[in-house]
């Protein structure tokens, strides 16, 4: 009867080993899919930006891998315009989106240093808003704003340039962000900026090829692309629109006699004198 006891704990005892074993494996291979999705996901956005797709493009793939999950359900963008030097919500995307966009999101106020986002963009570093992070008063109005309870801001930076926030966030209670889903937001804000990055060099090539190296204005190529544009805009607008030609009288002989240095000199000083009164 002992030994049959002992061969019956023992085989008792290999059920339960081969149980945790079986457990153990489901989580090892949750999170192996788990990276592969990952890498899968920041593949589709660093193609995307080698393809040098368009930013708005890249920045709809890429909140929307951040709800890929299941456990996000609200991503958005918040940016920095280039004109006024404002914050804004520039996109939003997941649950309640459609409800956030009626109520105005986009037009919501931010200033540095002021509530949570404010803070996030002053200090540079991402905030965590969930269970075991409590800010009472800014927690509650980022909330009503988002409708979420839970979120991680983090800043979309590349080489020292903030160019916003990423905000992702869901609405379940009781919740606590996980160090994997941290940092896989964070490297979806990094390719985003990495995006930004590239489209602003995108921007600079562009007004490089339109402007004169020597005088400053657009180029006759630029003229004669635009040209025809600016026409159409101003017929559609009802009003006026200009083509100016500038000619300056004697500027061969003046070339002849002082050299081509001195010619563009002359030149450089045009360019000037007609930006600062045109």
């Known amino acids: 009867g002992a030994a049959l006891n002992r061969m019956t704990r023992r085989m008792k005892e290999n059920v339960e080993e081969l149980k945790n074993f079986t ?22 956005i660093s193609n995307l930006i080698a393809q040098n797709a368009q930013h708005k493009e890249i920045v709809e793939i890429g909140l929307g891998k ?7 359900t609200l991503g958005a963008l918040i940016l920095k315009d280039d004109k006024t030097g404002e914050y804004q919500v520039y996109y939003v995307n997941g649950q309640n989106s459609e409800e956030l966009l009626h109520r105005g999101i986009k037009d919501l106020k931010i200033s540095l240093g002021v509530g949570v986002i404010g803070k996030a963009i002053l200090k540079q570093k991402a905030m965590v808003i969930d269970e075991h992070v409590l800010l009472p008063m800014e927690a509650k109005e980022f909330r009503s704003q988002f409708l ?20 992702a966030g869901n609405d379940d209670e009781n919740y606590v962000f ?11 804000a990094k390719q985003l900026a990495i995006a930004l990055t590239s489209e602003l060099l995108k921007k600079e090539i562009e ?28 017929v559609n607008f009802q009003r006026p629109c200009s083509l100016m030609l500038v000619m ?31």
């Open 178 to 188: 996980s160090n994997a889903e941290r940092e896989f937001l964070q490297l979806i």
């Open 207 to 234: 007004r490089l090829e339109a402007i004169d190296r020597l005088t400053g204005l657009f180029n006759t190529a630029y003229v004669h692309n635009r040209l025809p544009e600016e026409i159409k805009r101003a």
């Open 23 to 44: 457990r153990t494996t489901e989580t090892l291979n949750a999170e192996i899919n788990r990276q592969v999705l990952i890498l899968s996901n920041l593949l589709e």
């Open 248 to 278: 300056i009288d004697y500027f061969e002989d003046y070339r002849k006699a002082f050299g081509h240095m001195a010619a563009e000199t002359i030149l450089v000083k045009m360019g000037s004198i007609l930006k600062e009164t045109l």
């Open 148 to 167: 979420i309870r839970n979120a991680i801001l983090i800043p979309v930076t590349a080489k020292g340039n903030l160019y916003g926030l990423l905000v």
């Open 66 to 72: 951040c709800l890929s999950s299941g456990i996000i």
